[in-house]
């Protein structure tokens, strides 16, 4: 059965298209995904992004069950409300989860993880959290929105008080905090700037009507989805999974492999994968031609290797067909893809694509 986030009479009287999306009835779009994109590049947009799962793990030993579980390490987060990007992995190196883990206190972690994967998520948490006494709450309790764009912050300022505002305009990229009713986080999923905002389920259709009293437009999935490829942001289930490691995922750098004796779950497996050799390279992909990328096309190097496109999208940005892809090593600056049966050129780039609105692509 599909469930509902507090928000959906609200995506209602908004027009929304509504579609199933891991479970949950969400808006795909209120009209027209392109318009919401730019929305989000050239203003400010929200999305309502409350399936997401909030989880609070609590415990004397939980900084130490964290460096056990995740690839990254928490140990870099020394600041009250510092986040950190991590994959969380399997015995095998593959990728149980992409998620976001915030420092509150030495004995308080939250950490934010995908709907598709909530059920895995929360039994794999549990289950090492045993060995470290860490008591694991999720919190079905909290709606959260993203505020995102150029002028999001500005905007988001409007629906709260003064004094929320203020300390709001203090934090500082990738850091969240208790500020009032919410806990807000100077995050996101789009390549700009704003927050996401975690607010209870009952206020949050309120707090929804304030954002759109101060300009910000409802954005749906649609857009968050070309929005998140043009800024290079891998989608869990479709860019990595339990079958491929951050090492041919692009993820590399979230791998924190010093100090060399902190052993956590997959760190084995990985070291095997390097010593292997032979690794896919994830790299970005600009069609050179008219035609739209997709998932699971076929690319094709020029020395006749193959590999396959994971996301891909025609970009309202950059008004060109783009896609992250896994690829053999040996790749030039260019390759083909395979397009109803036509092999197309197109040429390999560096990720992102786009930042703050910015084309980084010639």
Known sequence: MSQRTALYDKHLEANGKIVDFAGWEMPINYGSQIEEHHQVRNDAGMFDVSHMVVVDLE?????????????????KLKEPGKALYSCMLNEAGGVIDDLITYFITDDFFRMVVN???????????????????????????????????????????????????????????F???????????????TGEDGFEIMISNDEV????????????????????????????MNLYGTDMDETTSPLESGLGWTLAMVPEDRNFIG???????????????????VLETRGVLRGHQKVVTDDGQEGEITSGTFSPTLQKSIAMARVPATIGDHCHVEIRGKLLPARVVKMPFVRHGKSLID
């Not at 850091?175 to 999923?189: C, D, E, L, N, Q």
């Not at 760190?267 to 992909?285: I, P, S, W």
Request: hydrophobic share 45%.
């Open 115 to 173: 709907a598709a994967t909530r059920d895995k998520d929360l039994a794999w948490i549990k289950q090492h959290a045993a060995d470290f006494d860490v008591v694991v709450t999720e919190r079905p309790e909290l709606a959260m929105i993203a505020v995102q764009g150029p002028n999001a912050r500005e905007k988001a300022m409007q629906a709260l008080t003064e004094g929320q505002a203020r300390q709001a305009t203090e934090l500082t990229p």
């Open 267 to 285: 760190r084995q497996a990985l070291e095997e994968k390097k010593r292997a050799g032979n690794l896919k390279k994830f790299v970005g992909l």
């Open 175 to 189: 850091k969240g905090g208790f500020i009032g009713p919410y806990f807000i986080a100077r995050t996101g999923y």
């Open 59 to 75: 415990g004397p030993r939980v900084r130490e069950f964290l460096q056990h579980l995740l690839a990254n390490d928490v140990a």
């Open 205 to 232: 259709a309120a707090f929804w009507d304030q954002l759109l009293s101060a300009g910000v437009k409802p954005c749906g999935l649609g857009a968050r989805d070309t929005l998140r490829l043009e800024a290079g």
